[in-house]
């Protein structure tokens, strides 16, 4: 199955110059969906992941059905401001723009084995900063799981020497 036939790609969205990979076209075809959540389960099963971690709002759609796919827990990775308990929280660039991420500082116990997952690996500053908050909280990094990854943007770079898995590479 080519995955990409059912990513639909939009131009100049949110702004001029960007291709949009919008993933809503391949979120409502059911087959193709848990193609995508078993694929990234089949590759991380045997790596005793204790929770997986997504950041919103998009990271919401592939991680928790993931952490399902693996029975393992879910830990929502927020923008600042979303999360009513004490939260931990770190500023970055977006490829258009700056925003700041938060968890609950008791969203992770120190040693507990982290994937994150998300629907696309861009300029790799969400994920970094997801990383950041994650082993801020004493959290290992299994690794980072993606539905797309956009390879001309170098975001790979930024995450170091984890283990990254894109179903689909731009």
Partial sequence: MNLKDYIRVIPDFPQPGIRFKDITTLLNNGEVYRSVIDGLAEHYKSQNIDLIAGPEARGFVVGAPLAYALGVGFVPI?????????????????????DKLAMHKDAIQPGQRVLIA???LATGGTISTSIKLIEQLGGQIVGAAFLIELSYLNGRDKLGNIDVMSLVTY
């Fill in 118 to 120: 998300d629907d696309l």
């Fill in 78 to 98: 927020r923008k600042s401001g979303k999360l009513p308990g004490e939260t931990v929280e770190a500023g970055y660039d977006l490829e258009y723009g700056k």
